[in-house]
């Protein structure tokens, strides 16, 4: 007979010895043990136990199992598991009321440049190309910082981005509020300040993602409505304080407006995902996929035009319709002020009906049909209704891109690097776009018309491959939702 393994576990019972032939030997085993004994077919003794009381000595390797809940038992994986998005929930838009206030004190602040072009222009004696290149350098930044900003989101450094970001911001403000030559102002306002903007940005529209999947565009528009409130609230502070306490100390106003929001922020940020510290700073790889290439270079042509409206809307009235200086602040005020329901709204039908790129595309071509319309306007009634009409879609634009290309992404673990990226390519845009419009119309001799039947034409170009995009993702991606 074949040896046993370890029989110090079982017991033998019987009538007679062994030799003796009178019967045929038992083997109990000891707690729940089963045993089979071996075949000529099957040689190898195998034992299946459930663990007693008794169970304490070391069994041989070869009849030892892992539990399932070993983890040697368990395929080795490099990634976390990742939970599902709550989609809602305190914690959830908590991050969305951070976002709205991160928004508030970048886009806000940015697009109310049209607050300080006039003023630059006349106070420096200098010309709106030169002008617009203060503005458009923030906007560069805020997108090109995004693609170190973002990685960082997914290494775990949220909040170190975001007190680095803020602090840069209000230092390029209390800067700005003492410069006095050009080149003051731009490294102020444009480099420092933009800086800021960038790292604090694109961190953030990551951030919220993670929270939401269903309602994901409700929620990133929620937090563009900043853009509108800040909009308002620092073009009327311009207008109020202005004249009485001056440019300066408006600007330092300003700034304890976005220190006390910069606070609230710190306090209320929860990242939710566990960092990924591992991996490149740039995935290249994602512009093998068609959907995403065709998406990053549609929002280079949307981006290029979209935002010289928001810097030469005020110049305009006052300009070619020769308004006030109070009346322009008042055309600056309206186009922010249709933003949040023009974040809001197609935030919604996004969401409830027809996904993100199917709502953006038919506010790309809406966009474009009212830069062309621009030309036409040439009373203050109808400047003040085609504010009305372009800032609806115009902020419909500013959610709906990264609502859009939050959705591309399937692994959360690396959102952040892939939306940076994408902000990245875009800050070309926004760097050139306002300072080229402006270089049109010099070179027109002051008149818009060449801008905006440039800034019409690559709404219609960014709007063919934003089509083409979808295409791409219909064909490849069937059945997915974006």
Known sequence: ??????????????????????????????????????????????????????????????????????????????????????????????????????????????????????????????????????????????????AVSGRA???????????????????????????R???????????????????????????????????????ISTSGCGGGTGGMVFPLMAQQLMPRIGFHWTVRAMGLVVLVSSLIVMAIVRPRLPPRRSGPLLELAAFKEPTYFLFSISMFFVLWAAYFVYYYARAYGVDVLGVSQSTSFTMLLIINAIGIPGRLMPAYVADRYIGAVYTFIPIVFASAVCVFAWA?????????????????????IQVLFPSSLAGLSTDLSKNGTRIG?????????????????????????????????????????????LCAAKWVDLKNNKGRRW
């Open 153 to 179: 989101f997914d290494a775990g450094y949220y909040r170190h981005a975001l007190l680095l970001g803020s602090a840069m911001q209000l230092i390029g403000i209390l800067a700005t509020s003492f410069a």
């Open 421 to 465: 990226m994408v902000f990245t390519i875009v800050s070309v845009a926004a760097l050139t776009g306002p300072p080229l419009a402006g270089k049109l119309i010099e070179v027109a001799g002051g008149s818009y018309i060449a801008a905006q039947m440039w800034g019409g034409a690559c709404l219609v170009l960014g709007g063919a491959l």
């Open 1 to 146: 007979m074949e040896t046993l393994p370890d029989p110090s576990q079982y017991t033998l019972t019987g009538d007679d010895d062994f030799g003796s032939g009178a019967s045929t030997p038992t083997i109990v085993p000891d707690a729940e043990s089963v045993l089979e004994l071996p075949t000529e077919q099957s040689p190898v003794v195998v034992v299946t136990e459930k663990p007693g009381p008794l169970d304490r000595e070391e069994k041989p390797d070869f009849i030892k199992k892992p539990a399932p809940s070993d983890p040697a038992a368990e395929p080795i994986s490099e990634k976390p598991l990742l939970s599902e998005p709550p989609d809602g929930g305190l914690t959830a838009w908590l991050q969305v009321l951070a976002g709205h206030l991160i928004v508030f004190n970048t886009w806000g602040y940015i697009i109310s440049f049209g607050i300080f072009q006039p003023y630059y222009a006349s106070k420096l004696n200098t010309a709106p190309s030169a002008i617009a290149w203060i503005g458009s350098v923030q906007i560069c930044l805020i997108f090109l910082v995004g």
């Open 181 to 219: 030559t050009y080149l003051q102002l731009f490294l102020a306002q444009g480099l420092c300040q933009g800086l800021g903007c960038g790292i604090v940005f694109a961190p953030t529209i990551a951030n919220m993602s993670t929270y939401f999947t269903r309602k994901r565009s409700m929620a």
């Open 376 to 396: 036409g306007v040439g009373s203050l009634g109808g400047d003040y209704a085609w504010l009305l009409v372009y800032g609806f879609f115009g902020a419909a």
